[in-house]
T-cell receptor, first 111, second 113 residues
Framework: QKEVEQNSGPLSVPEGAIASLNCTYS??????FFWYRQYSGKSPELIMS????GDKEDGRFTAQLNKASQYVSLLIRDSQPSDSATYLC???????????FGTGTRLTVIP | DTAVSQTPKYLVTQMGNDKSIKCEQN?????MYWYKQDSKKFLKIMFS???????INETVPNRFSPKSPDKAHLNLHINSLELGDSAVYFC????????????FGDGTRLSIL
């Protein structure tokens, strides 16, 4: 059974701080890793994808992948109240284009 | 606008009824999906179609039947609706067979009375 685990939160950070979101996964064969943001009542929106070990930066967002530890994280620098949402970690395996989602971490950025 | 669009946005119906949700994407993707998101916000794959062919069929009751008339459309028909079917159903699409980013529609909120 493939599993993707996230701390459900809520995670609260003050405006301007760094928010750190973590995700672990069970299958060492995992190849693709994605972070989605979901505002309440809205659909998931892709914010980052990462496929190889190391860091990937896009604006205020940095994704970090460590396949040996089966761990992927998302850092949000200079957090803004508009970043308040649920962040979903998704992991893809093998040949089938199938993603397994974590249960999400709810982030609240306090003004 | 390029997007994944699904209709209806809200669906309120009685237990035992049959209903359909439609999904269309104009992103040129060849793979489409149906997900169910329950009240605890857990997003779970139900079905996946690649070029009109069913490739993923998770453990879903037979009352749920997807249909893909072409690679830009994926519909979901649900027979004999039950209370436990209440959820938000998301359609998504992506390109290619290897795990690629998926783009989601706005969701259909299904409420069973």
């Amino acid at each position: 059974q493939k599993e993707v685990e996230q701390n459900s939160g809520p995670l609260s950070v003050p405006e301007g701080a760094i928010a750190s979101l973590n995700c672990t996964y069970s299958d060492r064969g995992s190849q693709s890793f994605f972070w989605y943001r979901q505002y309440s009542g809205k659909s998931p929106e892709l914010i980052m994808s990462i496929y190889s070990n190391g860091d990937k930066e896009d604006g205020r967002f940095t994704a970090q992948l460590n396949k040996a530890s089966q761990y992927v994280s998302l850092l949000i620098r200079d957090s803004q109240p508009s970043d308040s949402a649920t962040y979903l970690c998704a992991v893809g395996w093998g040949g089938a284009n199938n993603l397994f989602f974590g249960t999400g971490t709810r982030l609240t950025v306090i003004p | 606008d390029t997007a994944v669009s699904q209709t209806p946005k809200y669906l309120v119906t009685q237990m035992g009824n049959d209903k359909s949700i439609k999904c269309e994407q104009n992103l040129g993707h060849d793979t489409m999906y149906w997900y169910k998101q329950d009240s605890k916000k857990f997003l779970k794959i139900m079905f996946s179609y690649n070029n009109k062919e069913l490739i993923i069929n998770e453990t879903v009751p037979n009352r749920f039947s997807p249909k893909s008339p072409d690679k830009a459309h994926l519909n979901l028909h649900i027979n004999s609706l039950e209370l436990g079917d209440s959820a938000v159903y998301f359609c998504a699409s992506s390109q290619g067979q290897r795990p690629q980013p998926q783009h989601f529609g706005d969701g259909t909120r299904l409420s069973i009375l």
